[in-house]
């Protein structure tokens, strides 16, 4: 039979704390790990569904990059109006973050996990049938509002259900799936541009999402709420309940699951949103969000105007061409280039992975940021060269600059969020700070197009430099060391000194 590796002592049925549940790995008598102890088949299945959420993300938010041109040529948009397009979907992130990823610190992370979807897919489809411009952003906006509460909800239903090691690294595997989102979305804008010859196609980019995203919006109703969550508001008999589900497994360990005592009661001082802005917590909220917002004033406007960046840079974009199919050869064009391109996000994401639990997350990020840094000023550079030399910096200076975003800063930003609060404030706190970091990506967003006009590329890339060496100082002097941390752990992490803002590094 099988015992518990971390308590073989103590007899079934003894009460211990979910997070110890959900580490304890079962062993056989001669001391060999039982396979029962590997992700059961819900921790599997809410894994799935939150990487989900992340792909939808990173597919929408850079197929609007490739469809940009063709709804800017359909809809005949003005400068102003483009910046509106491209700022819709990361203002609606913005809101939805706090406004609805905050809910599931009150309501609970299962419910806002299935309302966010069921919203995105409701919008999506509107999007793709909108009659006219003023439909089509409030679309845009709708789906960023779901996919904004995704950043809280989808990161506490994994971290809160997985085991202390292994929670880093399915949480960044999770993330990665953004990146593949991006890849998809780029593929997907360049098999139908490459196929079609109308300037609406651009409806069948986010056709194609829809049955796939109602998919996950049905899946989701088939998953556990989180124990994590049940116990830190007192509702102990159904965490006990959720957590045998949560662990089912064959042949089944624990047999039995009895919660000792929790410290909902402790925590309910913390439940108040002004907690965030005063010591101890002031600290995790300046570092999940001040970088985060460094970081997507760079990654969004370049991620969306990526194609467009290459076209201009490259010489693709001819001021004479104005025909439908002439802005379809050039975006198709933009579209390869930026394809290409956006396999290094997935490559970054996946040394993330390895690293994560070895590095840490502060010492990635801070690589991070100074590798973005990098990239951008190769990118920048590019203005100054001609032909192939300034063919080989464009691409070299957007390749680093993708690598490194997804190795640090992007990946770890997300990470950082969700493991810097306690359980009574995680969904408030990530979403807040997921708020706070869209509002530089709608920053970016909107005037990309304005500035690449008036100020021109190299401009724009240099002051980008800026504010990633920011990214990396401000990571330096607020930083706090999450990696090997329980959930639990994170919760008291201020207690043995309350009157300190920062903890102990690690």
Same mark, same amino acid.
């Given at each position: 039979?099988?015992?518990?590796?971390?308590?073989?002592?103590?007899?079934?049925?003894?009460?211990?704390?979910?997070?110890?549940?959900?580490?304890?790995?079962?062993?056989?008598?001669?001391?060999?790990?039982?396979?029962?102890?590997?992700?059961?088949?819900?921790?599997?299945?809410?894994?799935?569904?939150?990487?989900?959420?992340?792909?939808?993300?990173?597919?929408?938010?850079?197929?609007?990059?490739?469809?940009?041109?063709?709804?800017?040529?359909?809809?005949?948009?003005?400068?102003?109006?483009?910046?509106?397009?491209?700022?819709?979907?990361?203002?609606?992130?913005?809101?939805?973050?706090?406004?609805?990823?905050?809910?599931?610190?009150?309501?609970?992370?299962?419910?806002?996990?299935?309302?966010?979807?069921?919203?995105?897919?409701?919008?999506?489809?509107?999007?793709?049938?909108?009659?006219?411009?003023?439909?089509?952003?409030?679309?845009?906006?709708?789906?960023?509002?779901?996919?904004?509460?995704?950043?809280?909800?989808?990161?506490?239903?994994?971290?809160?259900?997985?085991?202390?090691?292994?929670?880093?690294?399915?949480?960044?595997?999770?993330?990665?799936?953004?990146?593949?989102?991006?890849?998809?979305?780029?593929?997907?804008?360049?098999?139908?541009?490459?196929?079609?010859?109308?300037?609406?196609?651009?409806?069948?980019?986010?056709?194609?999402?829809?049955?796939?995203?109602?998919?996950?919006?049905?899946?989701?109703?088939?998953?556990?709420?989180?124990?994590?969550?049940?116990?830190?508001?007192?509702?102990?008999?159904?965490?006990?309940?959720?957590?045998?589900?949560?662990?089912?497994?064959?042949?089944?360990?624990?047999?039995?699951?009895?919660?000792?005592?929790?410290?909902?009661?402790?925590?309910?001082?913390?439940?108040?949103?002004?907690?965030?802005?005063?010591?101890?917590?002031?600290?995790?909220?300046?570092?999940?969000?001040?970088?985060?917002?460094?970081?997507?004033?760079?990654?969004?406007?370049? !991620?969306?105007?990526? *194609? %467009?960046?290459?076209?201009? $840079?490259?010489?693709?974009? =001819?001021? @004479?061409?104005?025909? +439908?199919? #002439?802005?379809?050869?050039?975006?198709?064009?933009?579209?390869?280039?930026?394809?290409?391109?956006?396999?290094?996000?997935?490559?970054?994401?996946?040394?993330?992975?390895?690293?994560?639990?070895?590095?840490?997350?502060?010492?990635?990020?801070?690589?991070?940021?100074?590798?973005?840094?990098?990239?951008?000023?190769?990118?920048?550079?590019?203005?100054?060269?001609?032909?192939?030399?300034?063919?080989?910096?464009?691409?070299?200076?957007?390749?680093?600059?993708?690598?490194?975003?997804?190795?640090?800063?992007?990946?770890?930003?997300?990470?950082?969020? !969700?493991?810097?609060? *306690? %359980?009574?404030?995680?969904? $408030?706190?990530?979403?807040? =700070?997921? @708020?706070?970091?869209? +509002?530089? #990506?709608?920053?970016?967003?909107?005037?990309?197009?304005?500035?690449?006009?008036?100020?021109?590329?190299?401009?724009?890339?240099?002051?980008?430099?800026?504010?990633?060496?920011?990214?990396?100082?401000?990571?330096?002097?607020?930083?706090?060391?999450?990696?090997?941390?329980?959930?639990?752990?994170?919760?008291?992490?201020?207690?043995?000194?309350?009157?300190?803002?920062?903890?102990?590094?690690?």
């Amino acid at each position: 039979m099988a015992i518990p590796a971390s308590e073989g002592d103590d007899e079934p049925g003894t009460p211990s704390t979910v997070q110890r549940f959900i580490d304890e790995t079962p062993r056989w008598r001669d001391g060999t790990p039982a396979v029962a102890g590997g992700m059961t088949s819900m921790q599997g299945r809410i894994w799935w569904l939150a990487s989900a959420g992340k792909f939808f993300e990173g597919l929408i938010v850079f197929l609007i990059g490739v469809a940009l041109p063709l709804i800017t040529a359909y809809w005949s948009l003005s400068a102003v109006e483009t910046g509106l397009l491209t700022a819709a979907p990361l203002a609606g992130i913005m809101v939805g973050a706090t406004a609805l990823g905050g809910l599931s610190d009150r309501f609970g992370r299962r419910q806002m996990f299935l309302i966010e979807m069921v919203l995105f897919t409701v919008f999506l489809l509107g999007a793709t049938v909108a009659p006219g411009f003023a439909v089509f952003l409030v679309c845009l906006f709708g789906m960023g509002t779901a996919l904004g509460c995704d950043y809280p909800t989808a990161h506490a239903m994994i971290s809160e259900t997985q085991s202390t090691a292994g929670r880093g690294r399915l949480v960044l595997s999770a993330f990665a799936f953004q990146a593949v989102g991006a890849v998809a979305g780029t593929l997907v804008g360049v098999a139908i541009l490459s196929t079609t010859d109308s300037l609406d196609s651009w409806r069948l980019m986010f056709g194609v999402v829809v049955v796939p995203a109602a998919l996950v919006a049905v899946g989701r109703l088939f998953i556990v709420q989180s124990p994590h969550w049940l116990a830190n508001v007192g509702r102990h008999a159904e965490a006990e309940v959720e957590l045998r589900k949560l662990l089912d497994r064959t042949p089944q360990y624990p047999s039995v699951v009895t919660l000792s005592a929790d410290r909902g009661a402790d925590e309910a001082e913390t439940k108040d949103v002004r907690a965030l802005f005063a010591a101890p917590w002031r600290r995790s909220t300046i570092l999940a969000s001040v970088p985060w917002f460094l970081r997507d004033l760079s990654t969004y406007g370049i !991620g969306i105007f990526t *194609p %467009t960046i290459i076209a201009t $840079t490259l010489g693709n974009v =001819a001021s @004479s061409g104005s025909s +439908s199919s #002439a802005i379809i050869h050039k975006d198709l064009l933009g579209a390869k280039g930026a394809a290409l391109i956006d396999v290094f996000l997935l490559v970054g994401i996946l040394v993330a992975i390895v690293l994560v639990n070895r590095w840490g997350r502060m010492r990635l990020q801070m690589l991070g940021f100074l590798g973005c840094a990098t990239g951008l000023a190769i990118a920048a550079s590019s203005t100054l060269a001609h032909g192939s030399v300034q063919t080989v910096l464009v691409f070299a200076g957007f390749i680093l600059f993708q690598f490194m975003t997804n190795l640090g800063p992007n990946s770890m930003t997300y990470v950082v969020a !969700g493991e810097v609060f *306690p %359980t009574a404030l995680r969904g $408030t706190g990530a979403g807040m =700070a997921a @708020s706070i970091a869209k +509002s530089g #990506a709608v920053l970016t967003s909107f005037l990309f197009p304005i500035l690449l006009v008036t100020w021109g590329t190299g401009a724009v890339l240099a002051i980008l430099v800026g504010t990633s060496l920011l990214g990396a100082l401000i990571t330096w002097l607020f930083r706090i060391e999450t990696t090997g941390r329980s959930v639990e752990e994170v919760d008291s992490m201020y207690e043995e000194h309350p009157e300190q803002a920062e903890p102990a590094q690690r």
